[in-house]
């Protein structure tokens, strides 16, 4: 079968959005189900949802990507996520749902990550507990202060206060890799 390329694929679901889909499918299909599962793994017939509500998001937004011509695949990614980042927090006001282990680790997924970002996914992952769940929290999921502070029973204070320690933390161990880095080269 004929690999299509992105602008192929948007030109493709704007003139036929059946066969676009399809073709959506075919070439992303597997990477949207990984990142919506990721997010949500105990809840197969949200994460289905999710999945359907990034095929038609996409439809929707072909004509405005292809005139774009960006990164269908980055589009997608973060269309995923949002997604069922979304819909895990809509599960979670009807009842308690736990970070999952997961997450944790794909927390700056991106299509294609810089050297910068993969540090600092390191440097954030080498945090100790509980500093690097509020990290994930917060910056991942985007809960607010308030939110982490209750589920980790802490005070709100106490969490604003761990996170900007944490940036410092981290602002100086990704300035002395860098300098390192420096030197090797």
């Given at each position: 079968?004929?690999t ?12 036929d ?31 289905e ?20 011509a ?6 997608l ?21 736990p ?6 680790g ?9 050297e ?15 500093d690097?769940?509020i ?21 709100e ?29």
């Open positions: 079968m004929h299509v390329n992105d602008q192929e694929l948007l030109a493709l679901l704007c003139r959005p059946q066969t676009g889909l399809a073709a959506v499918l075919d070439n992303y299909g597997a990477m949207i189900h990984g990142i919506v599962r990721r997010v949500l793994p105990d809840a197969a017939q949200d994460a949802e999710c999945v359907a509500d990034v095929l038609v998001a996409v439809w929707r937004h072909a004509p405005d990507l292809q005139r774009e960006g990164s269908l695949k980055g589009w990614c973060v269309t995923a996520r949002n997604t069922a980042i979304t819909r895990w927090r809509a599960l979670r006001r009807k009842g308690t749902v970070l999952d282990e997961a997450i944790a794909d927390w700056l997924l991106t299509p294609q990550p810089t910068a970002e993969e540090r600092i996914q390191a440097l954030v992952l080498e945090l100790e507990e509980p690097r769940t990290f994930l929290r917060r910056y991942y999921l985007l809960e607010p202060a308030r939110e982490i502070a209750r589920v980790l029973h802490m005070t204070h106490n969490v604003n206060v761990r996170l900007s320690r944490g940036r410092a933390k981290l602002r100086r161990r990704f300035t002395e890799s860098e300098t390192e880095e420096t030197r090797h080269a």
